[in-house]
């Protein structure tokens, strides 16, 4: 502190252990307000004594044995204006300069009177804006709307549609109710002349926008040399002799000996954000959920006023995902501009992260496509729903190596190696078009848009009677939709029994074939005569009316949820040259196929009305007519307040669904009917998509209209979102997570602008602790059991309120007394007996042991 001008001052580093037994706890004992602090000598050197080195006054301990007073002052310095948070005080002179500091004011007033003030300019100062009424004057006259605008939402049952509408005659000048006609006129009995005019105006200041831009010079390489100066020997004894170099030695000395105390005691370059990531072993307190921009598509020609409406990942490719375009139109407006649709068709475009700007491929439709999947089995074979409620089929074998390249960012060779579609595409950006295979009958299809579709795995195939049977041909064959229109159908690939053609119609065949060489014939057996195989209805119990699904889900969908490292090398597909066409794979052999009983049958469905129901794809044969009848669906739950936009099931558990729409989610467990095992509180917005994460089972994300994400984490929160992250200003369409590598998780959102954005999710969310499956499975354990014990107290309840009221009827009975009560008993006793013996009539009638009375015989006696 000497270089400082301050030699009697010495910092302290005073532990927690010294502040408590001195007293002088930082912030407790001495503040800002008051940090003096008198501490006894002898006090100081019995601690010094008893703790020897390790005490905190060690350092300065001749200091503390010259000074001459019996107490020492100990400051605390709570800004560290002298390096440490507490100093001490080592002369009498300057510890009563501080406990008593002399006044100054009196001696400055002196000279100032002496002095002549000298004018200083003061800039004006910006004050607070003071109202005198003229803010009142500027409000009257703005222009606001004085009332909220009202929104309507007018709708109509959905079993009023289609219902034939009565019209009957009317007489419009005699019926009052009748359009009146209100034309306007000029009335001559009145002239308003203008003579005055109030205007009112505002003194705003001047305002100028201007601009300036840093001269650029041109870089020049510029060199120098230089060599080190050196002290000569006798420069060197003077300056190590020197007492100043005595005194900074002295002065630095303790605060080096204080640094390298600390560097002994504690590692100063340990990570312990690092440390405490490891060691976490709950779930709240993560700072990192987070969902980080990667990359997004868009196109001008294929995406103006378009919306996307489904995404779907590559499932071999890693680094392509297509988007099924449509148009961004109510019903009302589609059914006006039909005529303009046909012109041009919403394609399926194929993205690569290799190229954001550029589609790799374009799978042309014969109408806009609402959902589509790939094969599980070939991801080549492509089904996609359409909004006419067709199916539509695409084999892009051909295109496998132009993606992978695609995914890979071309051919790193010459021009000469370069292939002839790579260089096609730097000619010109245009994506190949690939025509559909084959498409349904629309005669025989769904009536309205294909909400939803599956593929069933390649481990079991349906008959007709929905019975499930082993699948000989290794490959996924069937496949199921839904749509509003209160069907769902289960379609086959394969070709049906063959039928006897006449030779002219094989060969109109072959022609047509033969006319289009471009389009694969993997399916030309069922282009334009497909038909279901099986036709699911959900009719109600209590009413001739149907459910209308939106989506559906059964046990034993397919998952692709495996990691692959994209470091590590892929390996292709074997070639499908083998493998027999689809349309010579029969559909029964000459060997009896055999049936499968450990295959589910029941399936949960998401309706138009927001109900949730679960049904059986296995059909009943009618007693009476012999035709096949569909179940009628069972534990119908009224939960959402909307249209059910997304039934997935957890990959993590199969058994655990869940549901997205209106207002709310839930999750469901197969098997419980008392109701859903979690259900949300209605949201601010509309929700419109929801998905399970694919590596942590509590984690799911849900889209909502006003283009925000909410992250939810069941081991964290039940009432609200872990996180609510802002992707996009229009509202959210689908989400699709997917997993890259084993370090990168994405995720894909699409809005309904028609932009794809793909999101990197953080480590957090990306990968579980230890023991979070477990958790998740013992969370809805307890969940089960809990709606067991409501459904037992809703029972007892019920039996405590029947008690309840039977012992008010007998107080109420006791109450009345006398005559009346007896008579009441009476009536009601007598009441009970001919109630029991009409009881036993019936109950022998229907046993045999008695006849029924006959009906002409009782006329006839009457």
């Known amino acids: 502190m000497a270089s400082m001008g301050h030699p009697e001052i010495f910092p302290l580093v005073l532990t927690e252990k010294t502040q408590e037994i001195f007293n002088c706890r930082a912030d407790v004992d001495v503040t800002a307000e008051n940090p003096h602090k008198l501490v006894k000598k002898e006090d100081i050197i019995n601690d010094m004594k008893t703790r020897a080195a390790i005490s905190d006054f060690h350092p300065i301990k001749k200091i503390i044995l010259d000074y001459p007073g019996e107490e020492l002052l100990v400051v605390f310095d709570r800004e560290l204006k002298y390096g440490q948070i507490f100093y001490l005080i080592a002369t009498e002179e300057a510890k009563e300069s501080i406990l008593n500091p002399p006044e100054e004011e009196e001696e400055e007033g002196e000279i100032k ?115 080190p100066r050196e002290f000569s020997d006798e420069e060197k004894e003077r300056y190590l002799s020197s007492e100043e170099l005595k005194n900074f030695l002295l002065n630095v000395a303790l605060r080096i000996e204080v640094a390298l105390q600390q560097n002994e005691i504690m590692n100063a370059f340990f990570d312990d954000w690092k440390a ?60 006006q501009q039909s005529g303009k649709l046909l012109l041009w068709k919403a394609p399926i475009l194929f993205w690569s992260f290799a190229d954001p700007i550029h589609p790799q491929l374009m799978l042309e439709c014969p109408e806009d496509i609402y959902c589509f999947q790939f094969s599980p089995s070939d991801p080549n074979i492509i089904a996609g729903g359409c909004m006419n409620g067709q199916i539509v089929l695409w084999d892009i074998s051909e295109y496998q190596e132009r993606l992978q390249n695609a995914k890979s960012g071309g051919s790193k060779n010459t021009t000469i190696n370069m292939p002839s579609f790579m260089m096609e595409q730097q000619v010109a950006k245009e994506p190949h078009a690939v025509r559909y295979c084959a498409v349904s009958s629309i005669e025989y299809g769904h009536k309205a848009v294909i909400t939803d579709i599956h593929w069933l795995p390649e481990l079991f195939e349906l008959n007709r009677m929905g019975s499930a049977f082993e699948n000989r041909a290794g490959v996924s064959v069937q496949l199921v939709t839904c749509s509003p229109d209160c069907t769902i159908y289960f379609w ?161 558990f199969k058994d655990i669904i869940l549901t997205v729409g209106g207002w709310n989610f839930a999750i469901w467990k197969e098997g419980v009917t008392n109701g859903p095992l979690l259900g949300s509180s209605c949201a601010a917005k509309r929700y419109t998509v929801g998905h399970w994460s694919l590596s942590r089972p509590g984690v799911f994300f849900i889209g909502r209209e006003d283009g925000n994400i909410d992250i939810w984490d069941i081991l964290e929160k039940t009432h609200e979102p872990s996180q609510t992250q802002n992707v996009c200003i229009a509202m959210i369409t689908c989400i699709k997570p997917w997993i890259y590598s084993s370090k990168q998780h994405f995720l894909a959102v699409s809005d309904d602008f028609g932009t794809l954005h793909v999101l ?103």
């Open 113 to 227: 009177e002496g002095i002549q003030e000298e004018y200083i300019y003061k800039p004006p100062v910006r004050k607070p804006w003071v109202s005198l009424g003229s803010e009142k004057e500027i409000e009257e006259e703005s222009v606001k709307e004085s009332r909220s605008r009202i929104k309507f939402m007018i709708s109509r049952p959905h079993k009023e549609f289609g219902v034939r509408i009565k019209f009957h005659k009317r007489n419009a000048s005699t019926d009052k109710q009748g359009y009146v006609d209100c034309t306007s006129y000029q009335d001559k009995n009145f002239t308003i002349r203008q003579l005055e005019k109030h205007t009112a105006t505002q003194v705003v200041p001047e305002e100028k926008v201007t601009g300036t831009q840093t001269k650029w010079t041109y870089p020049k390489n510029a060199t120098t040399q230089y060599h």
């Open 276 to 335: 405490l990531a490891e060691d976490e072993t709950g779930f709240v307190g993560k700072s990192d959920v987070f969902l980080k921009e990667y990359q997004s598509f868009t196109d001008l020609h294929y995406l103006k006023d378009r919306t996307i409406s489904c995404i779907c990942w590559h499932p071999t490719i890693y680094g392509i995902i297509a988007v099924a375009v449509t148009e961004r139109l109510s019903y009302e407006d589609r059914v």
């Open 492 to 652: 086959d690939l394969r070709a049906q029994k063959a039928t006897l053609q006449p030779s002219i119609e094989k060969k109109k065949e072959e022609k047509i074939v033969a006319a289009l060489p471009d389009v694969p014939t993997t399916f030309k057996h069922l282009d334009l005569s497909w038909r279901p195989l099986i036709k699911v209805t959900l009719p109600k119990t209590h009413t001739g009316a149907e459910y209308s699904p939106t989506k559906i889900s059964f046990k034993e969908e397919h998952y692709h949820t495996k990691i692959q490292d994209k470091t590590q090398p892929q390996f292709k597909p074997e070639t499908t040259t083998e493998k027999l066409p689809y349309s010579e794979i029969q559909t029964s052999t000459m060997k009896p196929l055999k049936m499968l009983e450990n295959i589910t049958s029941s399936f949960l469905v998401g309706t138009e009305d927001g109900e949730i129901l679960c049904s059986d794809w296995k059909m009943e044969r009618d007693g009476d007519s012999g035709r096949l009848l569909s179940q009628k669906p069972s534990n119908v739950h009224i939960i959402h307040d909307g249209l059910v936009h997304t039934v997935q099931r957890s990959p993590f």
């Open 760 to 862: 990197e999710i953080s480590w957090t969310l990306s990968h579980p602790s230890s023991n979070e499956r477990s958790s998740v499975l013992y969370y809805f354990e307890r969940e089960v059991k809990h709606l067991e014990f409501v459904e037992q107290r809703k029972e007892f309840r019920e039996q405590e309120r029947v008690a309840l009221e039977h012992e008010k009827m007998m107080t109420k009975m006791k109450s009345t007394g006398g005559q009346r009560s007896r008579e009441l008993m009476e009536e009601k006793i007598n009441q009970e007996y001919s109630e029991f013996l009409e009881l036993e009539k019936s109950l022998l009638i229907r046993l045999g042991l008695a006849k029924a009375p006959d009906k002409f015989s009782q006329s006839r006696t009457g």
